[in-house]
């Protein structure tokens, strides 16, 4: 059974930095294709940035503006989500998530329904 927890998630002024961290257990890590998606409250969910097996990055460009860095470590079975210039809209619950489906030549997928393992989220609040 493949596990996802999140942390790292929490309370911050605008322009400040965080980073988010996941930890998966269970699986193959090495073989997924890893995503960040984030909930704000009355949205739909949201694709934030996503790194492949290769790791290949995508992000979304509407929004990440360069701000944003994901990363992972094959050896600890962690990604991570590093967030600076925080803004009062990036407040939302953010998701880990894997893509076991991820091939390797590719890039990472942007799709939230390619993605089967989810964590339970991490709030993040960033304060005006």
């Known amino acids: 059974q493949v596990r996802l927890v999140e942390s790292g998630g929490g309370l911050v002024q605008a322009g400040d930095s965080l980073r988010l961290s996941c930890a998966v257990s269970?699986?193959?890590?090495?073989?997924?294709?890893m995503g960040w998606f984030r909930q704000a409250p009355g949205k739909e969910r949201e694709f934030v940035v996503a790194i492949a097996r290769n790791g290949g990055t995508k992000d979304n460009e509407d929004f990440v503006k360069g701000r944003f860095t994901i990363s992972r470590d094959n050896a600890k079975k962690m990604v991570f989500l590093q967030m600076n210039r925080l803004k009062p809209e990036d407040t939302a619950v953010y998701y880990c998530a894997a893509n076991p489906r991820q091939i390797l030549t590719s890039l990472p997928s942007t799709r939230s329904d390619e993605y089967d393992y989810w964590g339970q989220g991490t709030q993040v609040t960033v304060s005006s």
């Open positions: 269970g699986g193959m890590f090495g073989r997924y294709g």
